[in-house]
């Protein structure tokens, strides 16, 4: 099953027909996203899928009946991750089912997904964060245009080169976006922000 993406229009594998889903976000439309899937090869081996593998956070909505369940590994304090192979302008979930094909433990091609992160962000050139305000708070967006924001999380120090190490909050309401926060604006304004984003996206992350 897959997700969509939300992404820079800037993004390296450009479409035709983005959606406008936030100020400077856009989203591939439906069609791109159906092209895409239908043009990974359903045998695709490990060897080229683990290229492309990347964690993703559970989204919020549910998947639709009879879909496999994502595999979830935990990281860090009750911190559940699956992954998905990037396809551009969306990913597939990584199930039992593929890793049993690949002849891969879960932890293992976990292990690769966080690696192909740090390397996306040591050799390819990611979008620059924007300055926005939201009301009277300023804030900072950050979409890599490489899919990879949310999973960055787990990577906190290709964060902290980019949006600052001083203490901040973040969120990550979609698979490439992350939103910079001053703690003086409070959790309530971060919650609330988040949801505003995330109400918009029927692939918001939990």
Not at 65 to 79: A, S
Not at 133 to 162: H, K, N, Y
């Amino acid at each position: 099953m897959s997700s969509a993406s939300a992404t820079r229009k800037s993004k390296r594998r450009r479409s035709e027909r983005l959606v406008e889903v936030g100020p400077g976000i856009v989203q591939a439309s439906v069609e791109d996203i159906l092209a895409a899937i239908q043009a990974v090869d359903p045998d695709l081996p490990w060897s080229e899928a683990a290229e492309e593998l990347v964690p993703v956070f559970p989204r919020r909505r549910p998947m639709p009946p009879g879909v496999p369940d994502t595999v979830l590994v935990q990281r860090g304090p009750g911190i559940e991750v699956g992954m998905g192979i990037d396809i551009g302008p969306a990913f597939l979930y990584v199930t039992q089912q593929l890793l049993d094909r690949w002849g891969m433990e879960a932890d293992d091609a976990f292990d690769r997904a966080v690696a192909n992160v740090r390397d996306r962000c040591a050799t390819r050139r990611l979008e620059p964060p924007h300055q926005g305000q939201v009301g009277d708070v300023p804030t900072t967006w950050f979409q890599s245009g490489e899919g990879i924001c949310s999973a960055m999380l787990l990577i906190p120090d290709e964060i902290g080169s980019r949006l600052g190490r001083h203490a901040q909050y973040l969120i990550a309401p979609m698979r490439d976006l992350l939103v910079s926060i001053p703690l003086e604006a409070g959790l309530g304004y971060a919650t609330w922000l988040r949801e505003a984003i995330a109400e918009d996206d029927p692939n918001c992350l939990d």
